[in-house]
């Protein structure tokens, strides 16, 4: 079946630490993004990619950084800069990316998500 | 800059009860809207969308019409069920934008 697969699905980090969230899909979509999800706050974008080895900050991304180097394969890691990052992360990809094709479709595929903790 | 506004939930009706989830947007030029659900457990789907003004996006009894003149997108569905006790996202696109902008979403909780 097709699809994004995060994981881990739940992660608990110590202060001070880098964690590395994976995301893959086999949709064949050339964009891929990645959601912070807070409650009451809704969903913010830290990073996405629209081509393979190319990669755009979004709303949120200090404390975070990406990598591009396969069509599949969009991880992000969690730095110990980022001052708040217990959180639920949502990875999504699309089939174009936004703005390429002129006119964005709006659907994105989502991943199950991951739950960091930091204790 | 763009944004989204949703009702604030959580909302709850009992099964066969009319839903209204109210949103509202601010825009410059002419967005896309969205509404996405999310389970529990699971990630973000696609529920319904409309692409222009008075447009209406339908999905699984779920409707919403694009009114540009109240800049609202408000999420209907006549009769709701247990199954549909989810979070409801509204979200927005633009035609050359870059991203989705989202609310903050509602939870809905239908009790039997």
């Known amino acids: 079946d097709g699809g994004i697969t995060q994981s881990p699905k739940y992660l608990f980090r110590k202060e001070g630490q880098n964690v590395t969230l994976s995301c893959e899909q086999n949709?064949?979509?050339?964009?891929m993004y990645w959601y912070r999800q807070d409650p009451g706050q809704g969903l913010r974008l830290i990073y996405y990619?629209?081509?393979?080895?190319?990669?755009q900050k979004g709303d949120i991304a200090e404390g975070y950084s990406v990598s591009r180097e396969k069509k599949e394969s969009f991880p992000l890691t969690v730095t110990s800069a980022q001052k708040n990052p217990t959180a639920f992360y949502l990875c999504?990809?699309?089939?174009?990316?936004?703005?390429?094709?002129?006119?964005?479709?709006?659907?994105?595929?989502f991943g199950e998500g991951s739950r960091l903790t930091v204790l | 800059g763009d944004s989204v506004t949703q009702m604030e939930g959580p909302v709850t009706l009992s099964e066969e009860a009319f839903l209204t989830i109210n949103c509202t947007y601010t825009?410059?030029?002419?967005?896309?809207l969205f509404w996405y659900v999310q389970y529990p457990g699971e990630g973000l789907q696609l529920l319904l969308k409309?692409?222009?003004?008075?447009d209406k996006g339908s999905n699984k009894g779920f409707e919403a019409t694009y009114r540009k003149e109240t800049t609202s997108f408000h999420l209907e569905k006549g009769s709701v069920q247990v199954s549909d006790s989810a979070v409801y996202f509204c979200?927005?696109?633009?035609?050359?934008?870059?991203?989705?902008?989202f609310g903050a979403g509602t939870i809905l909780r239908v009790k039997s």
């Open positions: 409309a692409t222009k003004a008075d």
């Open positions: 999504a990809s699309s089939i174009d990316g936004p703005g390429l094709a002129g006119f964005n479709t709006g659907e994105l595929f």
């Open positions: 825009a410059t030029g002419y967005p896309s």
């Open positions: 990619s629209q081509i393979v080895n190319d990669f």
């Open positions: 949709l064949n979509h050339d964009a």
């Open positions: 979200a927005l696109g633009m035609e050359y934008g870059n991203k989705l902008v």
